[in-house]
Structure formats: C-alpha cells, structure tokens
C-alpha cells in the first residue's frame, strides 16, 4: 500500500496539482517495491475523497501513466472522509 501527501483540501500545496499527477508515481513506487512486473496487476482500488465523478477517470489516467496495462480492471471509492489517495494494487499469482 502507498499513499499521496495529506494536505489540506482546497487550500493546501497540492490544491493545483491533478490527482493523475499526484497518483502517478505512488502507483509507479507500488509496483517497484512489489518487485513485479506491471503487467501481473489484476486489480487497483484507488480511495479518494470528494473528487467529481469519484475519481474514476483520473484513477484510469494514473494507472495508464504508471504503466499498468488497460486491461487491469480498476475501481475507484470516493469517501466522505480523510481516506485521503491510496493505492492497492493485487498480483496474479
């Protein structure tokens, strides 16, 4: 598991940057202490709060920047609460 900074929302240092930028490389350093090959992911949960549209298209957008194949299934879980931006990702056995 990883996760992006905590900030505070709307006000805070990352208040401008796009949450594919911040999840980017928190999907690339899961992958990298998995010590797998991206291609093994079957599955990412990404949980974020209160993002337009549960954060589903820039969960896609940071999984495809992370080079982790299209064709791993992803889901997204928008929370009302601090669950902040974590990443999971699950390895085909």
Avoid: F, H, W
């Avoid at 209160?50 to 495809?64: D, I, K």
């Avoid at 992370?66 to 609460?81: K, V």
């Amino acid at each position: 598991m990883a996760r992006t900074a905590m900030t505070r929302a709307k006000r805070g240092p990352q208040k401008d940057t796009p949450p594919e930028a911040m999840l980017e490389p928190v999907l690339k350093d899961v992958v990298k202490k998995a010590g797998i090959d991206a291609k093994l992911i079957e599955e990412v949960c990404i949980g974020n709060v209160v993002q337009p549209g549960a954060g589903a298209g820039s969960s896609r957008m940071a999984q495809l920047l992370a080079d982790i194949p299209a064709t791993t299934s992803l889901y997204s879980i928008n929370r009302q609460c601090s669950s902040g931006l974590q990443a999971v990702a699950t390895i085909a056995n």
